[in-house]
């Protein structure tokens, strides 16, 4: 089965670029998140952290991550 897809893709004109493309990508990506992670406030992470367990009025009462 293998075969038959590698044989078309030799077919195809310029195909190693994907490969090289897909890795930028990728990394483009974890580079973005690593330095959110890393810019990130403190207090910011400790909000989003307790957003799921947070009472939703008592919520909307304290943004102070929304300030800079």
């Not at 910011?44 to 991550?65: C, F, K, R, T």
Request: proline share 6%; net charge positive; charged share 15%.
């Amino acid at each position: 089965m293998l075969k038959f897809i590698k044989h078309h893709m030799d077919t195809i004109a310029g195909v190693g670029i994907y490969p090289v493309l897909s890795f930028v990508i990728f990394f483009g990506v974890f580079l973005i998140a690593l330095l959110y992670v890393r810019k990130a406030r403190r207090g910011h992470i400790d909000h989003m952290a307790a957003m799921p367990l947070s009472d939703p009025i008592a919520s909307n009462e304290h943004q102070d991550h929304a300030q800079p």
